[in-house]
C-alpha cells in the first residue's frame, strides 16, 4: 500500500499541474518567494510570513509545510497544491477543511510569485481546487476571505461565483483591518466556472486521509 497517497494526487487544468507539496517543490516556491510576492508596503496575507527576512524564509517556510503534513488527518486537513507551469514551481493553492465527513465545508487561500501575477493563473488555480473539491471530494460550500483592499484576490472570487458572506475585523501588522468572508456553492460555481475540463488522477487513494470512512 501506498504509505503517502498524496504525492499520487494531481489536478491539471488546460495550464497548470496541482501536486501536493514535495520537498524538491518546495525549495522552488521558496526561490519564488524570495522572488517577491507582493509590494511591500501592501500585507494581503493575515499572517505576514512574507515579511520573515530571507536569511530565514526558506527554513521558516520547510517547517511550516512539513508540520502541516505530519498533523493531516480527517478531521483537520490542509492540503498545499505546488502550482507548476512548464514544470516550474510558481505559488501556492491551498485546500483545508475540518471534521469534513460532517461539515462537507472547505476554504481555500494562496499565492503566487509576482511575476507570475496579472496572468489569469490565480482563477485558474482555484477553479482547480473547487473543481476537485465540489466533484470529487462532495463539498457542499466552500469559504475565501480577503482583505478589502486586496481587489485582485476578490475579482478572483466573484468572478468565480462567491457572494459576500460578512467581514471580520483583526489585526493586520499591529493594526485594525478588515477581511470580506466569501461564500461559494455548487450551483453558483456550476454558473461561473471555466469552459474546461479537470483531468484528475490520484483520487481513490487520498479519499481516506480527507474523509473518515
Known amino acids: 500500500m501506498e504509505a503517502w497517497p498524496l ?23 521558496i526561490d519564488v518567494a524570495r522572488a517577491g510576492v507582493h509590494d511591500p508596503e501592501f500585507m494581503p496575507f493575515s499572517v505576514p510570513w512574507t515579511d520573515v527576512p530571507a536569511d530565514r524564509l526558506g527554513l521558516e517556510n520547510l517547517r511550516y509545510y512539513w508540520s502541516e503534513r ?34 462537507r465545508e472547505v476554504s481555500t ?23 476537485f473539491a465540489f466533484d470529487h471530494l462532495g463539498a457542499i460550500q466552500a469559504r475565501t476571505s480577503a482583505y478589502t483592499d486586496n481587489a485582485a484576490s476578490l475579482k478572483v472570487s466573484r468572478s468565480l461565483g462567491y457572494l459576500d458572506d460578512g467581514t471580520l475585523r483583526d489585526s493586520r501588522r499591529g ?36 474523509i473518515a470512512r
Open 7 to 29: 504525492r499520487n494526487l494531481v489536478l491539471r487544468t488546460p495550464r497548470l499541474e496541482l501536486r501536493p507539496d514535495d520537498d524538491a517543490g518546495l525549495h522552488q516556491l
Open 70 to 103: 505530519a498533523k493531516l488527518r480527517p478531521s483537520d486537513w490542509h492540503v498545499h497544491f505546488l502550482i507548476r507551469l512548464d514544470g516550474r514551481v510558481i505559488g501556492e493553492q491551498g485546500l483545508m477543511a475540518s471534521d469534513f465527513a460532517v461539515t
Open 109 to 131: 487561500g494562496s499565492w503566487l510569485g509576482r511575476a507570475f501575477q496579472g496572468h489569469g493563473y490565480g482563477t485558474e488555480m482555484r477553479a482547480a481546487v473547487l473543481a
Open 175 to 210: 493594526t485594525p483591518a478588515v477581511q470580506q468572508r466569501l461564500l461559494l456553492t455548487p450551483d453558483r460555481f456550476a454558473a461561473h466556472r471555466p469552459a474546461w475540463k479537470l483531468e484528475v488522477a490520484g483520487v481513490e487513494e487520498v479519499l481516506p486521509l480527507l
